[in-house]
């Protein structure tokens, strides 16, 4: 099966203490892994079960496995002939986006490394009446390759698990079109923070870039301020990226704030204050 991925290139805004400045930057999304082999929707793991990509086995969460399952659904609208993929993404993923919400106890997952991966019917299981569609959630490592895991991730948001799961970047969140994801115990400029702004709904048109702006600015820098625990660093600015006009309508509708630093370092910003920027 082919794990589909789609990098976009937007427009973001950099707030720093000294002045702002407009940069190019982009935010690569998982997408979705359409299945390989027709599976009638009774044969299909349940919500809360575990499996693996090669097949839809469902597995104990115990166990190691690669996805976990979210929610589970049917897909109406579309036409009787096999959709092309971009109707079946915008058709599978925004509901499978909200059941991540739900199933992980908060609206920060776009900050982590946890995602969604949407499954659907296959071209001769669609002929058949198949309609189902199965949401599940993935952790992706720095390398954004899918991590096999054991346990469960229901709630793990809600708890305190952000830090475990956080988006940490190499490169810089404002200037580079494809973020360079590393190890948050690794050094780094970019870290990803609690408060995902939300922008509108899918089914809405997108805003334009001066507007993600508008929305973002306030929201981000409060987000950074209130994870840094100091607003008078120099050495910390405030970055938010967004995502395409097609991941929008497939349910990416929200800005990821970061805290981006003057120079790499080792360590977390979390709860630093106005001590020195570690090494």
Same mark, same amino acid.
């Given at each position: 099966?082919?794990?589909?991925?789609?990098?976009?290139?937007?427009?973001?805004?950099?707030?720093?203490?000294?002045?702002?400045?407009?940069?190019?930057?982009?935010?690569?999304?998982?997408?979705?892994l359409p299945s390989t082999a027709s599976a009638?929707?009774?044969?299909?793991?349940? =919500?809360?079960?575990?499996?693996?990509?090669?097949?839809?086995?469902?597995?104990?969460?115990?166990?190691?496995?690669?996805?976990? =399952?979210?929610?589970?659904?049917?897909?109406?609208?579309?036409?009787?002939?096999?959709?092309?993929?971009?109707?079946?993404?915008?058709?599978?993923?925004? &509901?499978?986006?909200?059941?991540?919400?739900?199933?992980?106890?908060?609206?920060?997952?776009?900050?982590?490394?946890?995602?969604?991966?949407?499954?659907? &019917?296959?071209?001769?299981?669609?002929?058949?009446?198949?309609? #189902?569609?199965?949401?599940?959630?993935?952790?992706?490592? /720095?390398?954004?390759?899918? =991590?096999?895991?054991?346990?469960?991730?229901?709630?793990?948001?809600?708890?305190?698990?952000?830090?475990?799961?956080?988006?940490?970047?190499?490169?810089?969140?404002?200037?580079?079109?494809?973020?360079?994801?590393?190890?948050?115990?690794?050094?780094?400029?970019?870290?990803?923070?609690?408060?995902?702004?939300?922008?509108?709904?899918?089914?809405? &048109?997108?805003?334009?870039?001066?507007?993600?702006?508008k929305m973002a600015e306030e929201k981000c820098?409060?987000?950074?301020?209130?994870?840094?625990?100091?607003?008078?660093?120099?050495?910390?600015?405030?970055?938010?990226?967004?995502?395409?006009?097609?991941?929008?309508?497939?349910?990416?509708?929200?800005?990821?704030?970061?805290?981006?630093?003057?120079?790499?370092?080792?360590?977390?910003? #979390?709860?630093?204050?106005?001590? /020195?920027? &570690?090494?």
């Amino acid at each position: 099966m082919k794990h589909v991925r789609q990098a976009v290139v937007v427009l973001l805004t950099l707030v720093a203490v000294s002045g702002c400045a407009r940069h190019i930057g982009g935010q690569a999304v998982p997408g979705p892994l359409p299945s390989t082999a027709s599976a009638p929707a009774p044969d299909l793991p349940k =919500v809360g079960q575990c499996m693996n990509s090669a097949e839809f086995k469902a597995l104990d969460c115990n166990s190691p496995h690669e996805a976990e =399952v979210t929610a589970m659904g049917e897909i109406s609208g579309l036409s009787k002939d096999y959709p092309d993929e971009r109707d079946l993404r915008r058709a599978a993923l925004p &509901p499978c986006r909200e059941a991540l919400t739900e199933y992980l106890g908060s609206k920060d997952a776009d900050a982590t490394r946890l995602q969604v991966w949407a499954f659907w &019917p296959n071209k001769k299981g669609w002929e058949d009446g198949q309609r #189902w569609r199965l949401c599940s959630v993935i952790e992706l490592a /720095p390398d954004e390759k899918k =991590v096999s895991r054991t346990g469960s991730v229901k709630g793990v948001l809600a708890a305190s698990g952000f830090g475990t799961y956080q988006l940490c970047s190499s490169g810089s969140p404002s200037r580079d079109a494809k973020l360079t994801l590393t190890a948050c115990d690794k050094p780094h400029v970019g870290e990803a923070v609690p408060g995902v702004v939300a922008l509108g709904k899918n089914t809405d &048109p997108a805003p334009s870039q001066e507007d993600i702006n508008k929305m973002a600015e306030e929201k981000c820098t409060k987000a950074v301020t209130d994870y840094v625990g100091s607003s008078k660093r120099t050495d910390v600015s405030v970055a938010w990226r967004t995502f395409g006009s097609q991941a929008w309508s497939e349910g990416w509708t929200n800005a990821i704030c970061y805290a981006e630093t003057s120079r790499a370092f080792t360590g977390r910003l #979390w709860g630093l204050g106005d001590k /020195p920027l &570690p090494n």
